[in-house]
């Protein structure tokens, strides 16, 4: 067996092991690792060994983060769209005018979505600090606002056209990225 042969066998064999049962026995004599910080670990050793689990373009995670300054006030939409190897693809900061920002929230989600389908991601993770926004496009939350209504509208619109999509709520530091490029964006529009 050639060295790249191995190198492919490992790699399959990793892949396999991240959704077997066995990384439920591995997490009980690793008590600091769950089952799925382990299978999370084994990925990432099988795309270590140059063999990626997806190609660039067909997964990504895409972090939003919209900024009013004053809620009515300059506003602005901050985007950071990377892909499966964690691997910048696009960054996005775009200056909103005065508006509040539930709906600098949206317009940096809208942003986002064009960018990411203009980019060819086909399967979208997004992450966002807005629970209100999330909780929104997930359904969970009714959408009173004639102007988020019609923002969420045009974002589903987006959603609809990607094979798979999912919104969590993370926390604002999880969200750093985003957040600078939407206040950088805030700033310029007053």
Known sequence: MSREDKRQAAARLL??????????AISERMPDMDKRDIAALLVFAADALGHPSCAPTDEATMHVDGASIGNPG????????????????????????????NVAEYQALIFGLRKARELGVRRLHVRAD?????????????????????????????????????????????????????????????
């Open 130 to 190: 807005s629970e209100l926004m999330v909780k929104q496009i997930n359904g969970d939350y009714r959408i009173r606002d004639e102007k988020l209504r019609i923002l969420s509208r045009e974002a589903k619109d987006i959603i609809d056209s990607f094979d798979s999509f999912d919104i969590l709520h993370i926390d604002r530091s999880e969200n750093r990225a985003a957040d600078r490029l939407s206040k950088r964006a805030a700033d310029s529009s007053g």
């Open 74 to 101: 300059p506003a602005g939409a901050g985007v950071v769209i990377v892909d499966c190897h964690n691997k910048k693809m696009a960054e996005i900061s775009q200056p909103l005018g005065v508006t509040t920002n």
């Open 15 to 24: 892949k396999r092991l991240a959704t077997d049962p066995l990384t439920a």
